[in-house]
Nanobody
Framework: QVRLVESGGGLVQPGGSLRLSCAAS????????MDWYRQAPGKERELVAV???????TYADSVKGRFTISRENSKNTGYLQMNILKPEDTAVYYC?????????WGQGTQVTVSS
């Protein structure tokens, strides 16, 4: 069993920054790819960023150059640094990993970008 807990969301003005964290229980975190997804009201959940166990990263075009995904395997924790935030980044952000075809999700953390 894997438990993921996100933190770090909040209200920020356009152009501001936030850093999300995803703390994982269990011993599989370091060997699995971790992702960040987001879901805005009335929209489908979308993939934001991916980081493999080896540290290779990929990003959605909408966040490329503004967001940075990282991980500290020794702490079983992943991060999403979000800079130059825009109102369209407003969403609930979820961390996710898959282990032996089982998907694990956190409870989500709300990010609101508004003046």
């Amino acid at each position: 069993q894997v438990r993921l807990v996100e933190s770090g969301g909040g209200l920020v003005q356009p152009g501001g920054s936030l850093r999300l964290s995803c703390a994982a229980s269990g011993s599989i975190f370091s060997i699995r790819t971790m992702d960040w997804y987001r879901q805005a009201p009335g929209k489908e959940r979308e993939l934001v960023a991916v980081i493999t166990s080896g540290g290779t990263t990929t990003y959605a075009d909408s966040v490329k150059g503004r967001f940075t995904i990282s991980r500290e395997n020794s702490k079983n924790t992943g991060y999403l640094q979000m800079n130059i935030l825009k109102p369209e980044d407003t969403a609930v952000y979820y961390c996710h990993l898959r282990h032996f075809s089982v998907d694990y999700w956190g409870q989500g953390t709300q990010v609101t970008v508004s003046s």
